[in-house]
């Protein structure tokens, strides 16, 4: 069973950085997608941002531009870059691996 362990999460205001990481206790190597899922009070988990074997990403349009995703196969480790945070950045942060593994979550919330 893969574990993911995230780590980063905080309270930041308006126009701060966060770091998320994502440390896997196996290989990522081989794992053809990991990334980034929220989850915001009432509302449903929506993707933030994956990353790809071959390294190729992608963003949901709320974040383009202001967050990055990256993986180092050596450290079995994704990180989540994420600068410009706005309120409504405010959620519960999942790491994923594919085919189905998930993450506990760490909250991010963006306040003044």
């Known amino acids: 069973q893969v574990q993911l362990v995230e780590s980063g999460g905080g309270f930041v205001q308006p126009g701060g950085s966060l770091r998320l990481s994502c440390a896997a206790s196996?290989?990522?190597?081989?794992?053809?997608?990991m990334g980034w899922y929220r989850q915001a009070p009432g509302k449903q988990r929506e993707v933030v941002a994956l990353?790809?074997?071959?390294?190729?990403?992608t963003y949901a349009d709320s974040v383009k531009g202001r967050f990055t995703i990256s993986r180092d196969n050596l450290k079995n480790t994704v990180y989540l870059e994420m600068n410009s945070l706005k309120p409504e950045d405010t959620a519960v942060y999942y790491c994923?691996?594919?085919?189905?593994?998930w993450g506990q979550g760490t909250q991010v919330t963006v306040s003044s």
């Open positions: 196996e290989s990522i190597f081989r794992s053809d997608s």
């Open positions: 990353i790809r074997k071959i390294g190729s990403s």
């Open positions: 994923y691996k594919s085919p189905s593994y």
